[in-house]
């Protein structure tokens, strides 16, 4: 050799690439490509964000404690068990990192969200891949995957492409058919916008035992995807691990002070959930009236079937002309859908608009 070599592992995956933002022609494209939160962040976040500015001189504390008490506080859980990170796919790599690794294998669903692909296969694991029913995760697949090698099962619940979920007796089937050794983490980014009364995020699987995680992260209905802040409830002896793999200073002090006025803002989980649930209903309605198959989501955006590639693709495009971004999945293995992001009341009319033309074209 006479150049440095990266590990194989590094080349066995293609690097995540995020929706995009930009389009030719429209210096202020509408964005419903990442599934943001409509409304941007909470006022008193950026009022947080000016006042701490002053302080950047200083380290952060490595704990986020302050956050952590105030998540505790709001969630009515115990700040000792939460971990917060640099988004809450920080989190979920430190748990593939420490419990994975080559000969170990990895479960999740289909379609499930690419970052457990991508982290387990940069960690060394085998990365199973569950068939799902009707585009929700199938437990008795994901069981039927199980062997002496399996280490950790990935669900994301809702789930991302899609916006399926599991009701809560279904994840509970899983977490009791699973063997003890092996780590369930339950990826609940989108677990504030569920309806569903059969529903539960994970905190119950948790404190059932000791090998549940639940992520979740400020970067949906908190309007914050820019601060990379995410957190996790584990058990105590995963808290220890994940504190000992993490970064010294994971978390800014930006981030913390906007997490902690975020969770203080009022009404702000109330309004948001209430917004996402009347134009999600809306703009299903106005698609389905179109004669387009809308997957049901329990997240803030929804999954369109076009039947097949080149319809989806001349539906992007019809978006596109009229300055709207929205999401193919080809890389999910579903070329033939778009996912389209909830955004405000008059950018989901727009897309209804576009859309019933389009398929009356």
Known sequence: ????????????????VGGESKLAGFEK?????S??????PPPGALRAIAEVAATMHRYPDGGSLKLRQALGEKFSLDPERIVCGNGSDEILTLLIQSYGGPGTELIMSEHGFSIYEISGKLAG????????KDLTTDVDAILALVSPATRMVFIANPNNPTGTALGQSEMERLRNAL???????????????????????????VDAGENTVMTRTFSKIFGMGGTRLGWGYAPPAVVDVLNRVRPPFPVNNFAVAAGIAA???PGWLEMSRAHNSA?????????????LTVIPSEANFILVDFSNVERA??????????????????????????????GTAAECSLVAEHLTAFSHG
């Open 1 to 16: 050799m006479n150049k440095p070599v990266a590990r194989a592992e590094i080349f066995s995956v293609a690097a995540y």
């Open 29 to 33: 494209p509408i964005k419903l490509s």
């Open 35 to 40: 599934n943001e939160g409509a409304f941007g």
């Open 125 to 132: 694991c085998t990365v199973l891949k569950a068939p799902e």
């Open 179 to 205: 063997p003890k050794h092996v780590l369930l983490v339950l990826d609940a980014a989108y677990s504030e916008y569920v309806e569903r009364a059969d529903y539960e995020a994970g905190v119950k699987l």
């Open 263 to 265: 969770l203080e803002e």
């Open 279 to 291: 134009e999600r209903r809306r703009l299903t309605e106005r698609l389905t009236q179109a004669g």
């Open 313 to 342: 693709s001349a539906a992007d495009m019809h978006l596109r002309k009229h300055g709207i971004i929205v999401r193919q999945v080809k890389s999910y293995g579903l070329p033939h859908c778009l996912r389209i992001t909830i």
